[in-house]
């Protein structure tokens, strides 16, 4: 038992290595430019794919063997110096979160890339050379290659250190992170030095893949998975911390492989399978260190950066033309099924948009005047789904039963969530919502008893006078009108006024009365209830639901409909909505690679549209009546 717990450590140190690697090189890249970088996981893949080719073209033996692997952290670390020139730089000049977005559709492009390149199947790759055997380790084998890479991160880690402590490159890359102004107003090109750091930190993520070259397959979902590894390390770690990424790797591989070793143990008489822990253990880890230290483990508050985007203007309340013109569109959304016999999917489709509305306008009502960024939004909206499937089938009750009572059940996971989560702000706040969600999602997918675990539920349909498209498509309308109705009010109600003057000044909000904290988790709560209700709608038109409903994919599928309209206009979250699901559901039966080409789309709406589809319209309307207002019209016209 004791020499396999050990083993099972001296894995885990293998594991803190490369996963050090990889986050070493996100923290870098976000410390310097504030870049929420979800491109970083797809170095990481790309580097595994390269390694794998290089090292076929050079020779398995030897010297050609690592010069491969070297060789791919270096090409990678090139592609990542033309992303940030072709892309990034780009849209510098956009909000934060719109760099974001373009970074994912990065992701996309670079996914499909890697698909057309080497193919869907997994590519295994050679042992390294004189390193194919094992060693005794109180009598169990040990991998010569796993020894080996426990000394890899600490030898990175030094690396680092002396290069940031001992150098001018150095010196500047942690003034930077401070504050890149002052440090531009010394005559330091910003521009490269940005370039210089997302060149070291995908060469890092890609020497982090080409380095698991023996351990594991190349595969095209290597990006992702990784992509939520490195965030739960940074920001345990504390956000440009180097030492910090490298505790919190240690930590959270140690972790995961104590799970691994202790197995099956008995727990008040039941046994419980703490393998099963290692699905969402980094994020139980990730959740308990930011309500116990919200800045991580050695991470400090981040410094105030000065944005280059315009001022939002106050919200102005709907005009005539605007109500005329809803009015219009509402109308026309209910003739919509009389034209089936020459459209016979438009119903279909337009359901599937509807829902994507309310969900993508729950999490903007958050986002957007609440200032509070979600990367677990899913969270809710599958927590709605099974609420209300749940109580279809296991509580026999009516189906309108269910769908009113089962976004109460996203209700509750947002109040208790969300007490947590305000508390704390910007990219610890998103990253603490994404814990939440893959929390649930972890308990969702292993409860074979109660959700049907990975299979989910089937069964789940409506009642007989909705069994029609037709009609459920109706009853879809009228509730997510109502519930976009509703959410507006809101807005113009005393809570939103409160929510806005907490997210553009929480100390003067504070000295006028307002409790801060308070607003924002009542409005985190009605946030989560409308998204459940979104999830529940969902689950009916669907007639089955399944984790993915709450998976990672689902949060960023949200972030993306939000950000694509407009986060500072109340049309945007519906207009992403609409354009990203028509976008998603023509192009996927397009062509095979779709991601690549929906990606390419979002990135030239990204670059064409920097404050969003609907407020670049704004804008545009604004100037072409020649008044004065188009800054407003752009940001906080809110239309």
Known sequence: ???????????????????????????????????????????????????????????????????????????????????????????????????????????????????????????????????????????????????????????????????????????????????????????????????????????????????????????????????????????????????????????????????????????????????????????????????????GLLGRPQANVRSAAEAEAPMRPMGRGAQLAVACVFAVLLMVPWLGEQFPYATVLLIDMLIAALFAASLHFVMGPGGMHSFGHAAYFGLGAYGAALLLRGAALPMEAALVLGPLVALVGAVVFGWFAVRLSGVYLAMLTLAFAQIVWSVVFQWDDVTGGSNGLVGIWPAEWLSSKTAYYWLTLATVGASLYLLRRLLFSPLGYAMRAGRDSPLRAEATGIDVVRQHWIAFSVAGLFCGLAGALFAFAKGSISPEAISVGRSVDGLVMVLLGGVQTLAGPVVGAGVFTWLQDSVSRATEYWRALLGAVVLGLVILFPQGIAGGLLALAARMRGTDDAGAAATGGRR
Not at 5 to 24: E, H, K, P, R, Y
Not at 71 to 77: H, K, R
């Open 1 to 295: 038992m004791m020499s396999g717990l050990a083993v099972q450590l001296l894995n885990g140190l293998a594991g803190a290595s490369t996963l050090f690697l990889i986050a070493v090189g996100l923290s870098l890249i976000f410390g310097v430019s504030r870049i929420v970088n979800f491109a970083h996981g797809s170095m990481t893949m790309i580097g595994l794919y390269v390694a794998y080719t290089l090292v076929g073209v050079l020779g398995d033996s030897g010297v050609a063997w690592w010069a491969g692997v070297l060789l791919a952290a270096l090409a990678v670390g090139a592609l990542g110096a033309l992303i940030e020139i072709g892309v990034l730089r780009r849209v510098y000049h956009a909000p934060e979160l719109f760099q974001l977005l373009a970074t994912f559709a990065v992701v996309l492009i670079l996914r499909d890339a890697a698909l057309w390149i080497w193919g869907p199947e997994d590519l295994f790759g050679p042992k390294a050379p004189g390193m194919k055997g094992a060693v005794d380790i109180l009598g169990r084998a040990f991998p010569q290659y796993d020894l080996f890479l426990i000394f890899v991160g600490p030898v990175v880690l030094l690396a680092l250190w002396l290069l940031l402590r001992r150098t001018r490159a150095g010196i500047l890359i942690r003034a930077a992170t401070q504050d890149r102004e002052m440090v531009g107003a010394l005559g330091v090109n910003q521009a490269w030095l940005f370039t210089g750091v997302f060149a070291l930190g995908s060469a890092l993520a890609a020497l982090g893949g080409a380095l698991q070259l023996p351990r594991e397959p190349a595969n095209l979902g290597l990006d992702l998975t990784t992509i939520g590894e490195a965030f739960v390390v940074v920001v345990v770690g504390g956000m440009g911390s180097i030492p910090g990424a490298y505790l919190a790797a240690l930590l959270i591989a140690e972790i995961k492989a104590l799970c691994y070793g202790l197995g099956t143990v008995e727990l008040f008489g039941t046994s419980f399978s703490m393998s099963k822990l290692t699905l969402v253990v980094e994020f139980l880890v990730m959740a308990a260190v930011l309500v116990w230290r919200p800045w």
